[in-house]
């Protein structure tokens, strides 16, 4: 039973383009029965949610409080990538009065949750080689965005490094390639991995295989991998390039943070692409790198199935910086 008494609990929020995840957490610990998800839509800002949680539990006057952010953070001021929110630690002190507050980047609390999830929360979706205690890993987040962040294994403490790596240049190759990133730029002028690899990039995927094959066809994406599941012509070739570009991109993200520890993709799109990644050739699109094909061979690549992840990495985080929290 959640206790009313001041200064006993963290507050923890993960807050992605769609949806707001809100938990508390005692100690270090998340309290899976304290998880809520609120939509974002129709809201103004972050703090009416938080506010609403509080009343709803019953709790005020908290010890910590740490938030997930699908943007860049600095400074303790979040912006958000898709989303016209600002977050700001001050904002959210004031409306939990937590004595200490932490605004992460939601890539960030995803490796921080690397090693506190539950048994089960990780499916195994390409062999790689076996791996020092303490080596690098890398989690990727593929769902209303695409970003990334490596994970490092410090004498201090974990360290994870926030980055906005899905706003940088589609990666061009092929033919193919060149077409679909003249598609985006139509809408965008300029072509994304995140216009590609995301929730709405399938959409712009899916509209780019239909003009392709002479149709001028859109859907939403849950259209879409129902389209891939039932292996129609457009859902086959919807899912073959996006599963190829996302293996070209982990593949590039991977020479460049040497993930010997691991991959850890995280997300609603990697979670529903997780069963198909196989089928599709993501591990030989993640090592089409010439001379460094082998090499990519070491990289284990997993697919956290845990929704709510990114909560146990804000306990974890702030747990690990006030032990007392």
Known sequence: MISSSPNRYTLLADIGGTNTRVALADHGRLLPE???????????????????????????????????????????????????????????????????????????????????????????????????????????????GFNAAPVHEAPGGRIVAASECGHVTLPTVTDEDIRLMRFVEEVHGFAAVEDVLSGRGLERVFAFVAREAGQEKTLSAA???????????????????????????????????????????????????????????????LRAKGRFAEFLEAFPVRVIEDDYAALSGCAAYIHARAPQL
């Open 34 to 144: 304290t998880i809520k998800r609120y939509a974002n839509a129709g809201r103004p800002a972050l703090e009416p949610i938080l506010a609403d949680y509080m009343d709803t539990e019953g709790v005020r006057d908290l010890a910590g409080a740490c938030v997930a952010v699908a943007g860049p953070v600095r400074d303790g001021v979040a912006h958000m990538t898709n989303l016209s929110w600002v977050i700001k630690g001050s904002a959210i002190a004031e409306v939990t009065k937590a004595e200490t507050v932490a605004v992460l980047n939601d890539l960030q609390a995803q490796g921080h949750a690397l090693g506190y999830l539950a048994e089960g929360a990780v499916r195994d979706v390409v062999a790689g080689a076996e791996a020092l205690p303490g080596s690098s890993q890398l989690v990727v987040g593929v769902g209303t």
């Open 223 to 285: 259209q879409v991998m129902e389209e891939i599941t039932a292996r129609t012509p457009l859902g086959c070739e919807t899912a073959r390039i996006f599963i190829r570009l996302l293996g070209a991109v982990v593949g590039d993200l991977a020479l460049i943070h040497l993930p010997f520890g691991g991959i850890h993709l995280c997300g609603g799109v990697a979670r529903a692409f997780a069963p198909l990644l196989d089928e599709f050739g993501f591990a030989a699109a």
